[in-house]
C-alpha cells in the first residue's frame, strides 16, 4: 500500500482540478454522467426514487469498484455507511478509502468503527495495519496487543505483531509471535515468513516448516514452501539439495525466476561461469524487467573478463531498478579501471 508516499498525492489533483474548472463552467460532469449510463443507471433511478436506503449505495458502489470507477465509489460507500452504521459496511468503505489513497479517512473510520464495535477486533487490526505501513510501530504494536489480549486465538494478530517485530529486528519477538499465530492457523504465508526468520540463524526448524507445508500440497502445484527449502540448503551450504528443489520449483512453475536466479547463483559460486550465464540468461527470457537477472549476467562477464558486456547489462539492470546501488558501483569501478 505504501501509504506514507502516497498521502499527500491528492494535493496536486486539487490544484488541477481547481484550474481546468476555472474554464469549464457549462462542460457536463463526465464522471458523474457515468451514473446515468449502463450498468449504473438502474440503480441510480433506484437511489434517485429512494434515496434513505444504504443497501442501494452499497450495490451501486461495488458495483463502481468492479468496474474500476473507485473515486465514484467512494461517495456511495461514506452514504452506504452514513446510512447504515454497519460495520462491515465501515469495512468495505474503509477498504476503498485506502486504494484511492484517503489514508487519514480511512484512519478516521477504524477509530469510529472500534468504538462503535468494540467486539469486532477488525478495526483495531486495520488500523494496527495502517500505523506500520506508516512507521508508527508503537501505535500499531500497541493495537496488535490489544486484539490479543481481547482475542488470544486471533492468528491474524500474531502474525501481523511477528511482521512488525521482524521490521523491528526484534528476531526473537518475531519467531515468538509467528510460532503462534502458525499454532493456530497453519497457513502458508505465516509458515514461510517463520521459516525465513530460522534460515536467518541457519536453524533447521525452518526444513521442518516447509516439510510440513509441501506435504500438505498433494497437487504439488505450490511454490514457496520448496522454493524457501531450497533458501535453506543454499545458505546452510547444501548446494546439490538446493539445486534439486529450485529445479523442482522451475518444474511447478516455469515462470518462477527467482529459481532461475538462485540456480544461477549456485553456478556462478560453483566457478561454472557459463552454465551461470545460461541459467541467468534464461532468468531474462522468463521475465526481462527483473534487474536481478541482468545483474547476474554483469557479474559472470566480468567474472569472464568481458567488462564491456558487463557494464551493459549492469546497465539494464540499473534502468530496471534506480536503487541498484551495487550496479551503479560496478559500472563506476569498471569505468575507472
Request: overall charge negative; some cysteine; proline content about 3%.
Amino acid at each position: 500500500m505504501n501509504f506514507c508516499h502516497k498521502v499527500f498525492r491528492w494535493l496536486p489533483l486539487l490544484v488541477l482540478a481547481v484550474c481546468i474548472g476555472c474554464g469549464s463552467e457549462d462542460k457536463p460532469d463526465v464522471k458523474t454522467d457515468i451514473l446515468k449510463k449502463s450498468p449504473f443507471k438502474s440503480i441510480t433511478d433506484s437511489i434517485a426514487r429512494f434515496p434513505d436506503m444504504p443497501g442501494m449505495y452499497l450495490d451501486r458502489a461495488v458495483r463502481l469498484s468492479q468496474h474500476n470507477q473507485l473515486e465514484l465509489a467512494t461517495a456511495d460507500f461514506r452514504k452506504a455507511w452514513q446510512l447504515s452504521q454497519d460495520e462491515n459496511v465501515a469495512l468495505e468503505y474503509v477498504s476503498n478509502l485506502l486504494m484511492v489513497n484517503k489514508v487519514e479517512e480511512a484512519m478516521s473510520v477504524l477509530k469510529e468503527g472500534a468504538q462503535k464495535f468494540p467486539e469486532n477486533t477488525e478495526f483495531n487490526r486495520r488500523l494496527g495495519e495502517i500505523y506500520a505501513e506508516t512507521d508508527n510501530t508503537q501505535a500499531a504494536l500497541k493495537q496488535f496487543d490489544d486484539i490479543i489480549a481481547k482475542e488470544p486465538g486471533n492468528f491474524e494478530a500474531w502474525y501481523d505483531k511477528g511482521h512488525l517485530l521482524a521490521k523491528l529486528k526484534d528476531t526473537n519477538g518475531a519467531i515468538t509471535a509467528l510460532e503462534q499465530s502458525f499454532a493456530l492457523q497453519p497457513v502458508s504465508y505465516t509458515g514461510i515468513a517463520l521459516a525465513n526468520l530460522h534460515i536467518g540463524r541457519k536453524d533447521k526448524r525452518a526444513l521442518a516448516i516447509c516439510n510440513y507445508l509441501i506435504a500438505r500440497d498433494s497437487a504439488e502445484i505450490q511454490t514457496d514452501a520448496v522454493f524457501t527449502k531450497g533458501v535453506f540448503y543454499a545458505e546452510t551450504g547444501d548446494r546439490k539439495k538446493a539445486l534439486e528443489q529450485f529445479e523442482e520449483c522451475i518444474r511447478r512453475d516455469w515462470k518462477l525466476t527467482d529459481a532461475y536466479i538462485e540456480k544461477g547463483i549456485i553456478f556462478y559460486q560453483q566457478q561454472q561461469l557459463d552454465t551461470a550465464l545460461s541459467t541467468f540468461n534464461l532468468s531474462v527470457t522468463v521475465s526481462n524487467t527483473n534487474p536481478d537477472g541482468y545483474f547476474w549476467i554483469g557479474r559472470c562477464y566480468e567474472a569472464m573478463n568481458n567488462n564491456e558486456k558487463a557494464i551493459e547489462n549492469y546497465q539494464r539492470a540499473l534502468s530496471l531498478d534506480r536503487t541498484f546501488m551495487e550496479a551503479a558501483e560496478r559500472i563506476k569501478r569498471l569505468r575507472n579501471s
